[in-house]
């Protein structure tokens, strides 16, 4: 029998066609307590394996992994192609309004409160040039992204309220832009409003070193109002021009890789996600694997409802023919067969039931022992505090910490009690969070 490096009891007894109840029997002669769902190493199973008489061949998570290993494109077979924009901001500055005057929708109204709810991928296309829009309802989301190593998006546009200026969130923004290292774009929006002060917003930038090109610096910035729908044909240009700078390009004639973008269940039409198409074209009929998921692509639906035949890179489409919902943030890969789908699927369903029984050593630790071998040269914090002047004076007593081996660099610092966002961010940039004087909500804590 085959045996892969974990190894649930129930799956041990069913490749040796054998009764459960015998096999806990026989782990527990040998003194080891479990639980029909509990997962065996490697050794135990095969222990177990020969004393019911088999022969046992190990299959290793590098055998089963090979089959979608990612492989470099020539030169020759990149094609240029659109690029992909995440619009954020804090609460209420206007980030869906945007969305909804260029694609000429009517998101927001669809919006429970005017809040986005879920995360959609939508396109907008003028004068024969497209760019896809990400529209995430907060930044947990953004970073959750990131944090499973998932870099979706090639600009960020920054939306601040000409008369609301900087906020917390619009801070958030920043610290995610900049911890995965992606150009921003400013839009100053609600430039139609009488209170509205543009100049404001540019200088309570610059103490976030966003310096824009108007004080010299090489952030662009577009003042626009998608209410009246002024200047977003600049703000496009201004999303192409970046993008021209950043030369991106696919190879559409390989096979298909991306991105969860969000899933859900459908009464009628079972897991439904949106995947962003990042390499090769997605076919009807593809099959694909996707985190501990798998499936054959049923059917392909663009932004606006209507049916495609494929996807190219860098465009976003609905797909149906999932087994069960992925999660937000997993990769997207098609295989050759159903069969090596449902094998690494299984696989990874496995490895993620063996982590949660597995008790991993702090991530403390785990830094101490990286920056003793000379792994680590940076050590990234995310400061919470009850007021402002606090986190300063923390920030500029842990930045004289540093040393030649290790600097210390502050993420984030700011008000109130710790949330799943700092969080998501300290854990993506692999660092920690210090809070003085502030509790951590309960979710957040969960989280950490």
């Known amino acids: 029998?085959?045996?892969?490096?974990?190894?649930?009891?129930?799956?041990?007894?069913?490749?040796?066609?054998?009764?459960?109840?015998?096999?806990?029997?026989?782990?527990?002669n040998m003194g080891i307590m479990v639980t029909v769902t509990q997962a065996l190493e490697v050794e135990t199973a095969t222990i177990i394996a020969t004393e019911f008489g088999h022969t046992v061949k190990i299959v290793t998570g590098g055998d089963i992994l090979k089959e979608i290993e990612d492989h470099e494109d020539k030169e020759a077979d990149l094609l240029p192609r659109p690029p992909v924009v995440t619009i954020m901001g804090h609460v209420d500055h206007g980030k869906t309004s945007i969305l909804d005057s260029l694609r000429n929708s009517k998101i927001i109204s669809a919006?429970?409160?005017?809040?986005?709810?879920?995360?959609?991928?939508?396109?907008?296309?003028?004068?024969?040039?497209?760019?896809?829009?990400?529209?995430?309802?907060?930044?947990?989301?953004?970073?959750n992204m990131r944090l499973r190593g998932a870099q979706t998006t090639d600009i960020i546009v920054l939306v601040v309220a000409a008369n609301d200026s900087v906020k917390p969130q619009t801070?958030?923004?920043?610290?995610?832009?900049?911890?995965?290292?992606?150009?921003?774009?400013?839009?100053?929006?609600?430039?139609?409003?009488?209170?509205?002060?543009?100049?404001k917003v540019r200088n309570d930038l610059l103490s976030h070193e966003i310096i824009v090109e108007k004080l010299r610096g090489d952030v662009l910035d577009v003042e626009i109002s998608a209410l009246k729908k002024l200047n977003l044909e600049k703000l496009e240009e201004a999303i192409h021009l970046q993008a021209e700078l950043l030369k991106l390009n696919a190879n559409p004639h390989r096979s298909s890789r991306g991105i969860i973008i969000e899933s859900k269940l459908d009464k009628g039409r079972g897991a439904i996600a949106t995947v962003l198409v990042q390499k090769g074209t997605l076919k009807i009929g593809d099959i694909f694997v996707s985190g501990s998921t798998w499936g054959k692509v049923k059917a392909l639906i663009k932004d606006k409802g209507t049916s495609i035949k494929n996807v190219p890179p860098s465009f976003p489409a609905e797909v149906l023919g999932f087994n069960s919902s992925p999660i937000a943030g997993d990769d997207f890969i098609v295989v050759e067969n159903e069969n090596i789908?449902?094998?690494?699927?299984?696989?990874?369903?496995?490895?993620?039931?063996?982590?949660?029984?597995?008790?991993?050593?702090?991530?403390?630790?785990?830094?101490?022992?990286?920056?003793?071998?000379?792994?680590?040269?940076?050590?990234?914090?995310?400061?919470?505090?009850?007021?402002y002047g606090s986190a300063e004076a923390i920030e500029n007593s842990i930045l004289k910490l540093s040393t030649k081996e290790v600097a210390v660099q502050v993420l984030l610092k700011g008000v109130g009690g710790i949330t799943e966002s700092d969080v998501t961010l300290a854990v993506s940039g692999k660092g920690f969070i210090i809070g003085f004087t502030v509790r951590a909500m309960s979710k957040a804590r969960e989280i950490a």
């Open 341 to 387: 789908a449902r094998k690494i699927a299984e696989y990874r369903k496995e490895k993620a039931l063996q982590k949660k029984n597995i008790v991993d050593p702090t991530n403390i630790e785990q830094m101490i022992k990286q920056i003793s071998q000379g792994k680590i040269a940076s050590l990234p914090v995310v400061i919470k505090t009850d007021v």
């Open 1 to 28: 029998i085959i045996i892969p490096e974990i190894i649930t009891v129930q799956e041990l007894a069913n490749r040796m066609a054998e009764k459960v109840s015998d096999v806990v029997k026989t782990l527990m």
């Open 171 to 199: 801070i958030e923004a920043i610290s995610h832009a900049k911890a995965a290292k992606v150009p921003i774009i400013v839009a100053i929006n609600k430039i139609d409003l009488p209170s509205a002060d543009p100049d």
């Open 111 to 143: 919006e429970a409160g005017g809040i986005t709810q879920h995360i959609g991928a939508y396109q907008t296309n003028n004068n024969n040039k497209t760019i896809t829009y990400i529209d995430t309802p907060g930044h947990e989301a953004f970073s």
